[in-house]
């Protein structure tokens, strides 16, 4: 499941867009295009890698701001890299996986992030805004 499923139609629709072909299907699940479009350049230990970062991120967005990932703002992601180093809320994930991989929209433990990883969550998150940034659906990268 995605959070951006979660958003109205119109919301997604008015999402920031520079291009004026309305790019409404790529909105409603932006996460999912990406990976798509990432499927064919890398295996899938690190499509899975991709998902998790991405789908942590978005389940953030959507619990904590009731925001879409296509219209947020760079103090969005510093909440999220200021949840990762700790500093907010750091005792709980907002999108489980376990170790096979199997998903959860329950909240849980996040025991430790550490420099590596939160590093790499956030060049993951960078790649996507480029991508959408490319694509046109966001302005501003």
């Given amino acids: 499941m995605s959070y951006s499923d979660q958003f109205s139609d119109e919301y997604i629709a008015d999402a920031d867009t520079e291009i004026d072909v309305d790019e409404f ?15 064919p350049k890398n295996d899938q ?21 009731d925001e879409h990932v296509c219209n947020a703002s760079e103090s969005d992601i510093a909440k999220f890299n200021e949840h990762l180093k700790g500093e907010r809320d750091r005792d709980r994930y907002y999108h489980i996986t376990d170790w096979r991989g199997q998903k959860s929209d329950e909240l849980g433990e996040l025991k430790e992030c550490g420099e590596a990883h939160r590093h790499t969550m956030l060049v ?13 659906i966001v302005s501003v990268n």
């Fill in 25 to 39: 299907k790529l909105k409603q699940n932006p996460i999912d295009a990406f990976i798509e479009n990432k499927r």
């Fill in 124 to 136: 993951r998150i960078r790649a996507f805004y480029s991508w959408l940034d490319d694509m046109g």
């Fill in 45 to 65: 230990k690190t499509i899975d890698r991709k998902i998790r970062s991405l789908r942590e991120y978005e389940a953030f967005l959507y619990h904590e701001l």
